[in-house]
């Protein structure tokens, strides 16, 4: 309160000057630091602005945390999907190599037993690649890349590394059709390698073969193994032919059913051999020397 004739001074007007605060708030700071330092009585003031300050820094850095997230998100979905990408390409380029690699085994692995075969047989073969399968969708045959130009005829039988597949029925000069034993106008001769009975195979249409004509008794199990007789001079004796699937057995009718599978591959075979003639190397028999003329006596 104001008194009569009382004038306040200008420096209570005015305050300190900006350099005497400014000293005066460096020394209260100075002293506080040498206070805390010394007696560590702020450690308590600081504990407790940090509890209240504290929801403020998560309020603070929440939105910098949710935006760093979302980034990091979006950049690990992004990588994700490229290393997803590269995988599966990666996936199909091994597929790719792995499914050659098994058709070149496959294809090396019969050409090895092609060549065994080949080695085993006394007559003279010709190596071929089955190019393509015969139009005719009723029929069992394929083509090869050899024809007549190569020595093919008609006729001569086509075996691969396992067994029979069938024999030529028609040449052109530089291909030639194989008639495969499953064709229903098939057929070949044959024994049982077990028993020795002889019989005819024929082609049953279906990929199977089927023994005919035999008697319900015959001595044919499933399980045997058939192998080609030799009797008609085309085909070798002793080629496997087919194994014993299935006997139905007629006592009625007094015949046998026998179905057969084939030993070759006749159907997947990509690689065969063409025989020469059974009996075109075999020796002719020598003709006997004739008889000397008889001689005549005459009577004295």
């Not at 190599?97 to 065994?116: F, S």
């Not at 085993?120 to 139009?135: H, L």
């Not at 008639?179 to 019989?199: C, F, K, M, N, Y």
Request: charged share 25%; hydrophobic share 40%.
């Amino acid at each position: 309160m104001s008194v009569a004739g009382h004038t306040t001074p200008p420096i209570f007007k005015r305050g300190l000057p900006p350099a005497a605060r400014l000293t005066v708030y460096l020394a209260l700071s100075t002293a506080m630091l040498v206070a805390d330092l010394r007696f560590n009585y702020l450690e308590t003031l600081r504990q407790g602005l940090s509890v209240l300050t504290y929801p403020l820094q998560i309020a603070a850095s929440t939105p910098a945390e949710w935006a760093n997230r979302t980034l990091e998100y979006f950049s690990s979905l992004n990588r994700l999907r490229e290393e997803n990408a590269r995988l599966n390409a990666k996936s199909l380029e091994d597929a790719k190599r792995l499914l050659r690699q098994t058709g070149l085994e496959a294809e090396n692995k019969q050409l090895r037993e092609l060549m065994t075969m080949r080695e085993k047989t006394p007559v003279r073969s010709i190596a071929a690649e089955v190019i393509y399968t015969a139009r005719d969708p009723f029929a069992r045959r394929v083509v090869i890349d050899r024809g007549a130009r190569d020595g093919i005829e008609p006729g001569l039988p086509v075996i691969d590394g396992v067994g029979v597949v069938g024999q030529i029925t028609r040449t052109f000069p530089l291909q030639a059709e194989v008639t495969l034993l499953t064709d229903r106008e098939q057929s070949i001769p044959v024994r049982v390698q077990r028993s020795g009975l002889r019989a005819v195979m024929f082609g049953a249409g279906n990929g199977q073969l089927e023994l005919r004509y035999l008697a319900s008794n015959a001595d044919v199990e499933p399980g045997d193994v058939i192998v080609t007789s030799g009797l008609d001079g085309v085909y070798l004796a002793d080629l496997p032919v087919a194994r014993v699937i299935r006997v139905e057995r007629d006592d009625a009718r007094g015949f046998a059913r026998f179905l057969c599978k084939p030993e070759a591959g006749i159907e997947r075979s990509s690689a065969v051999l063409v025989l020469g003639r059974a009996r075109a190397d075999m020796p002719q028999p020598e003709e006997p020397p004739a008889p000397p003329p008889p001689t005549l006596h005459r009577k004295p």
